[in-house]
């Protein structure tokens, strides 16, 4: 860990518009690579803590697997 970043992949891995799981420290998150850049967020939805790594990505919106809700990956709202 350097600068308070931990590596869990390289750029390389993730084309834009995809996403991967990764755990830091038992933290599960899901990385997103978007035209602007990559983003890190919790992989849980709020709503019976489904894996948001299991939905799917368009544009900037993440959809849970469970019920359908959506998230813009860049800000969580």
Avoid at 13 to 38: S, T, W
């Amino acid at each position: 860990m350097e600068d308070g970043f931990v590596a869990v992949a390289k750029t390389g891995e993730l084309a834009p518009g995809e996403m991967k799981f990764v755990a830091v420290e038992r933290e599960r998150i899901v990385l997103a690579r978007l035209a602007e850049g990559f983003f890190a967020l919790r992989d849980v939805c709020g709503h019976r803590n489904a894996p948001l790594s299991r939905g799917t990505l368009t544009g900037c919106i993440v959809e849970c697997p469970l019920h359908f809700a959506q998230f813009d990956i860049r800000n969580g709202k």
